[in-house]
């Protein structure tokens, strides 16, 4: 479970770099027609559909996984953005103040993923219950509905 969340985060994350660079494209191409706006936010989509990342030496995305795993369970935290100079600030931040088993007891990341993932999927299925709840609402308030047809200005 994990290991799902934070492939969950990682992708949430490619996809963040994703809209950032789409509304600033939004912003210095202002006249640009419908149609590609509504192309560049279907690669927002298709990303969101898609679980895995393609990368490039030309890719704007500094890095595809920001959170390891391996890291978690080696007991030391560390970021992997991709911006040489964040990650470094970022680690040595984490390295002067985290030590498991010396500020923190041993395990503490891990359980704070595995609380976090739990917290995760009960969201997921909240939601996912309240949208088969709304599906049924709509389809009961939509049983006693009757077409309309308007045709040169008299109803059929």
Sequence with gaps: MEALFLDSLNTNIVLIWIIA???LMRVVLKKVSK???CLLWAIVGIKSLIPFSLESV???IP???FF???DIYTHSFRINSGITIVDKFINNILGSRYYEGVTVPTGTMLTAIKILGVIWIIGMLVFLLGFIIGVFNLKKKLCTAIKYEKTFGKVI
Excluded: P, V
């Design 21 to 23: 660079a789409i509304l």
């Design 35 to 37: 149609q590609l706006c």
């Design 58 to 60: 030309f890719s704007f």
């Design 63 to 65: 890095s595809s996984e």
């Design 68 to 70: 390891s795993l391996n």
